[in-house]
């Protein structure tokens, strides 16, 4: 392969921004866990777990029987939401994780800015542009910092990718193709985590839950972000009606470049960012799912190497982050202006949908 | 893997076309090359060899030096492009294969067509599609067979495809993806083959030379034709001026599903076909190039079957059906009103990367 990529490979550092040995740390930040949902109990606790610098201590849900299991099998301390809201257990946590329906992360979001806490927030950061704007602002008003929760951010698959495009490895990039589909009511499982299906709720369904990845995983990669949108939503069966099963959508990035990109919520699972450049195609396969490890290959030239790297649990990665920044007094890079960009340009995807026209985006 | 997946493979019959035996041959047709590029030059005049239904007689190109060293080194009959127009050489070939700039196969194909020859054209048909219609009239005036070039639709891969994609293997299809580029100028070589570079010759550059293998390849593996596209084209150095460097578009097909596609003559080779369906994704990589070996894959439920098959050589199947269909006094399935669908659709691409708005078409 080429010198650059050869030296670059040589040179990777998983967490280029860990400045704390997690051996060092005594005092992990303390999390409250709001939202119990399938992703925060099998990916969420584990990864405050297993990531040196948080802890979980607190968790409520609208489901009080959730919260009373988790907090029993955990020996957590469980809370209502109304009571997480009032602070009544604000001196057991440091900082707030919110992974409840998207149209509801305003209002926890608030109380914990309120409280002083910090946030970490999942993405998309709500269900509509405006209300992630009202949630920045709160933040900001309270002067307590914001994270959002691209966990492939700190995938050190996709930091690769990213550096190696930085690298010039594949040379000037031409367009980017990404796909990612999964079969939500089967692979999600329980009812408690079908309220994607409320537009209310969720702001849009295949768009706004999974189309958020290709999107913002091509910005990071790319350090770029889109300046004009287009895209098609398609909803075929009734369980999806009201909502988006599947979206198909085009980012122009500055330059001229294209990504396209498909999603579905009810597709044969897939998961692809494949990246084309003059000089080379990198290709991450699988992408973007927890659930998965991650593939990377480069081809060049007719020759495709598959890159052998370690496979981490990803929200491990992603609280470890968190952690850190916040015990390291350091910013966050994936934050409320950050995820902003996204929510106007899935606003925008939606608007081109409905109008058939593409959409300008003007970086509000 | 499934069950009608292994029903299948065992079935598969490479030339299901194929109701004369190759030894019983004992007069192929004899086709009268027109045009010396590269592709007839290491691709054609190859192919027609091989086949047993074909035999190369006569060759013509308007650079007489490229005549006399094929004809002598191939042994056949060289003519002047005017002496094969005018059918000086008419009694020694029964069909004619035209390789030349797309704006002068008018030309070459009524010729052949008022002396009562079989045509085989290559794709895309003309430089527009009011060419390509003079062109289809001419043949239908003349009673004579029109086969259009894609190759594909004669490849086992591409024939795979559509047969699993007919017996359901992949479900419902949701959304299809294609990648294709090479770097031209490096890849192709000589100036003979630059004319693409001229629009007047050509009609076009990455999206009409490149483009019209995802297109219709996904038509043919559909079954279906597109009903609505857009489009976006880009040219970025001065080699370009004049065409299309880069191409991204979407074709929409009967029931919504969405094929996303970006070609370019001036990237990093690539060459894929992903159909992505409730039950299962089926992967055409390499899929469209002559010059490598094509791959298959059935990806489903997070397990990867790579399907080993026959490698062909592409252009001796296309001879070998063309011939075939015309001893057998067969009709050709990429006739001239298959071929027009896609000089209207690329047509419409143009347009919308034009007008920046979606094109319908109603099948002119």
Known sequence: MTSPLAEYLDDFTRRDWQTIAPDDVDDPVRVAVVGLGWFAREWALPGIARSAFTEATVVTDIDNEAVAAVAADRDLRGVTPEELRDGAAADGYDAVYVATPNATHLEYVAAAAEQGKAVLCEKPLESTPERARDLVAACEDAGVPLMVGYRMQTDPAARRLRDLLDAGV?????????????????????????????????????????????????????????????????????????????????????????????????????????????????????????????????????????????????????????????????????DGEHALTDMWALDAIYESASTGEPVELDGE
Do not use: K
Not at 191 to 214: F, N, T, V
Not at 233 to 246: K, N, S
Not at 295 to 313: L, N, S, T
């Open 170 to 334: 594949a040379g000037d990039v031409v367009h980017v193709h990404a796909t990612m589909s999964q079969t939500m009511l089967g692979e999600l499982g329980s009812d408690h985590d079908q309220w994607r299906l409320d537009p209310e709720l969720s702001g849009g369904c295949a768009l706004m839950d999974i189309g958020i990845y290709p999107l913002n995983t091509i910005r990071f990669a790319l350090g770029a972000d889109p300046v004009r949108v287009s895209g098609r939503t398609r909803t075929e069966h009734d369980a999806f009606a009201g909502v988006d099963e599947h979206a198909t959508y085009r980012l122009e990035f500055p330059g001229g470049i294209d990504a396209t990109c498909t999603v579905s919520q009810n597709a044969q699972h897939a998961s692809r960012l494949e990246v084309t450049g003059t000089d080379a195609r990198l290709i991450l396969d699988p992408a973007f799912y927890e659930r998965e490890d991650r593939g990377f290959a480069v081809v060049r030239d007719g020759v495709r190497v598959d890159i052998d790297f370690e496979q981490v649990h990803q929200i491990e990665e992603e609280f470890a982050y968190f952690g850190h920044q916040l015990l390291a007094d350091e910013p966050f890079y994936p």
